[in-house]
């Protein structure tokens, strides 16, 4: 029997109401339209970024060549390290701080801790870039000419990293997630390409590391400039208006053992190319950044989500409101382990062909690449564990966990990379990556009472 026309209406309501019902939802100001409106965007941004950062750097694989890239990609990480160790914890600090400061509307130490952070970075910054160049005006004859040059310019770009770093976290923190990931993740590498490109039809001769470094420079300086303006639209105009308080101590308290943290982290995450670099050279450096810049991409829907919990993560705790909490992390963490599995199987399955889009000699990297994508997913299947930790106070706590895993990592690369090469890099940054991961969940789970995997009861 056929439905009759109005039955066929009647039918077709509850999806209406049910679709209707979810975009508003999604529309509105609880907290879980807040994470999901964050994580999408977020996770968005994250995979245009993720694609172009890795059309990038085929590209710039590609016009250099293994050992101009390889000379790139050692500068770029150093400077990596070097600007985090520079932001002296505020890259996470701010987030804690300026989340809370909004929730309370206290304006003033708002607008005190943006100015004092920026302008406490920006001298520590160029003070290490002075004692960089110094380094490298003595060890001159030593090396060769296109990485003296491309060395001086990293150090140029030093303090505008840091500071352009800054800029992503205080915008991230006022939950502006979009614009500040848009801005180094997307707007950042189209741009470099773009200059590169542009190099690359103009100049007579090959292109070399130091012409890749100099449009950095001039690409980060251009993202800055966009970061300074963004953040300054995002403010409250209460904060613009009012007169800085500053609680300095209190800010370094909790952002140098953040320094800590971030500093550790950067051992675990960037050991293995700088030791791969110091013992095999840098064309192996270069050829496993390829595989490990393909396995990053297994988490960047754990970064998308944490980009947006974060600042609701410190709200909730420091308020009080822990069931709240525990609901949204669950609803996280959902999302983080269904990302993070299907991308691992999926890069394992492409490996090779993905690593190939770098250039035949990076093929052989395949294994080291399937070790980083087991800690990989070890990390995302823990949950937000540093993040939790970092917003709620712990960060003491978590820079001890973190020292030892980076200490381990460190042991086990100069055991193992002069045994096993590659693979010896990948297997000591997957053992060490799960550690500290591992030690972090059993924390957040018997101290602060959280359990931020999916393996959780409703």
């Not at 209406?16 to 964050?38: D, E, Q, Y």
Request: hydrophobic share 55%.
């Amino acid at each position: 029997m056929q439905p009759t026309g109005t039955e066929s209406a009647n039918l077709k309501i509850p999806k209406v109401i049910t679709s209707s019902l979810l975009w508003h939802r999604l529309r509105g100001k609880g907290h879980s339209a807040v994470l999901a409106r964050g994580a999408i965007g977020a996770f968005v941004v994250e995979v245009i970024g993720a694609g172009l950062l890795l059309g990038l750097h085929v590209l710039l694989a590609r016009l250099l060549g293994v050992a101009q890239y390889g000379i790139y990609v050692y500068a770029i990480t150093w400077i990596n390290i070097i600007a985090i160790l520079c932001l002296l914890g505020f890259q996470t600090s701010l987030v804690r701080f300026v989340a809370e400061y909004k929730a309370n509307q206290q304006w003033d130490l708002l607008n005190g801790i943006l100015k004092r952070s920026s302008r406490i970075v920006l001298i520590f910054s160029l003070a290490v870039a002075a004692t960089g160049a110094m380094i490298i005006l003595a060890i001159k004859h030593r090396i060769s000419i296109d990485q003296l040059l491309t060395y001086s310019l990293a150090l140029v770009l030093l303090p505008l990293f840091a500071l352009a770093w800054l800029r992503e976290a205080s915008l991230r923190a006022l939950k502006h997630v979009v614009q500040s990931e848009l801005l180094l993740r997307v707007i950042r590498p189209i741009i470099l390409g773009a200059i590169v490109g542009a190099f690359f039809l103009i100049m007579a001769g090959p292109l070399r590391s130091y012409h890749v470094m100099a449009a950095n420079l001039l690409t980060v300086a251009i993202v800055f400039a966009a970061g300074t303006f963004l953040l300054f639209r995002a403010l409250p105009e209460s904060s613009r208006q009012g007169q800085p308080t500053y609680a300095q101590r209190q800010w370094l308290s909790v952002s140098l053992p953040l320094l800590l943290v971030a500093g550790m982290r950067i051992i675990l995450k960037r050991t293995d190319i700088v030791m791969l670099g110091m013992l095999r050279g840098s064309q192996d450096a270069g050829v496993y950044s390829a595989a490990s810049r393909v396995s990053d991409l297994v988490v960047f829907g754990l970064m998308a989500v944490n980009s947006i919990l974060a600042p609701m993560i410190s709200e909730l705790y420091h308020t009080g409101k822990i069931q709240e909490l525990q609901r949204i992390i669950r609803r996280a963490a959902r999302g983080i382990f269904a990302f993070t599995v299907t991308a691992s199987i999926l890069l394992a399955v492409c490996g090779k062909f993905v690593l190939s889009l770098f250039g035949t000699e990076f093929i052989i990297a395949f294994v080291p690449l399937l070790i980083l994508l087991l800690g990989q997913t070890v990390n995302g299947l823990c949950g937000s564990v540093g993040l939790i930790m970092g917003m709620a106070g712990h960060q003491n706590e978590m820079g001890l966990i973190v020292t030892i895993s980076a200490a381990l990592n460190i042991i086990f690369n100069i055991l193992l990379i002069p045994l096993f090469g590659l693979v010896g890099a990948a297997l000591s940054t997957a053992c060490a990556m799960a550690l500290w991961n591992i030690a972090m969940l059993a924390y957040v789970q018997r101290r602060l009472g959280l359990n931020p995997t999916v393996l959780q009861k409703d």
